[in-house]
T-cell receptor, first 112, second 112 residues
Framework: DAGVTQSPTHLIKTRGQQVTLRCSPI?????VSWYQQVLGQGPQFIFQ???????GRGNFPDRFSARQFPNYSSELNVNALLLGDSALYLC???????????FGSGTRLTVV | KNQVEQSPQSLIILEGKNCTLQ??????????LRWYKQDTGRGPVSLTI?????NTKSNGRYTATLDADTKQSSLHITASQLSDSASYIC???????????FGAGTTVTVRA
């Protein structure tokens, strides 16, 4: 059974550009959460989606947006990239809102 | 405010030795506690997950304990191997909050 799949694994963008990160949850998992992890720090919560509805948003600017599709996959969009957006972006899926989160391997975003 | 504190911040051990990592939390109402292993630049991988009624859980050479009364958990690594070098993160869930509370992690370095 496939785990949580994230794509791309790495990408480099320039300041001001826009980026879309993708996440495919484990089959049967209806909850997807996004986290930003800056080097040397713990993950910071960005969004959670459950059954295609946004259930929570962390303390991130409106440049960050996300959505969940009918097949429960999800996209995270970041507009007007800043150097400080450089980080590892993690997606985690769960069958419900609370138990058994499984993380993907992450997307390493570098903004230059 | 839900918080998770881990100690030590980092440690170095010799291959074959044991070590214990600590996690103290103030998350309430408590749902479950997980220990993850995170290699540099990769997503966290679950080692153990414990609910309120569980006080010990093992996964190979990893043994986690939970004292829900004192709100403390530990992760014991037995007979360390070079591949154990990683960051170990304690993550706590509350029953009424979809957001996970992350500790800052303990960086373990195993030397030959």
């Amino acid at each position: 059974d496939a785990g949580v799949t994230q794509s791309p694994t790495h990408l480099i963008k320039t300041r001001g550009q826009q980026v879309t990160l993708r996440c495919s949850p484990i089959s049967g998992h209806k909850s997807v959460s996004w986290y930003q992890q800056v080097l040397g720090q713990g993950p910071q919560f960005i969004f959670q989606y459950y059954e295609k509805e946004e259930r929570g948003r962390g303390n991130f600017p409106d440049r960050f947006s996300a959505r969940q599709f009918p097949n429960y996959s999800s996209e995270l969009n970041v507009n007007a990239l800043l150097l400080g957006d450089s980080a590892l972006y993690l997606c985690a899926s769960s069958p419900d809102n609370y138990y058994g989160y499984t993380f993907g391997s992450g997307t390493r975003l570098t903004v230059v | 405010k839900n918080q998770v504190e881990q100690s030590p911040q980092s440690l170095i051990i010799l291959e074959g030795k044991n070590c214990t990592l600590q996690c103290n939390y103030t998350v309430s109402p408590f749902s479950n506690l997980r220990w993850y292993k995170q290699d540099t630049g990769r997503g966290p991988v679950s080692l153990t997950i414990m609910t309120f009624s569980e006080n010990t859980k093992s996964n190979g050479r990893y043994t986690a304990t939970l004292d829900a009364d004192t709100k403390q958990s530990s992760l014991h690594i037995t007979a360390s191997q070079l591949s154990d070098s990683a960051s170990y993160i304690c993550v706590v869930s509350a029953t009424d909050d979809y957001k996970l509370s992350f500790g800052a992690g303990t960086t373990v370095t195993v030397r030959a």
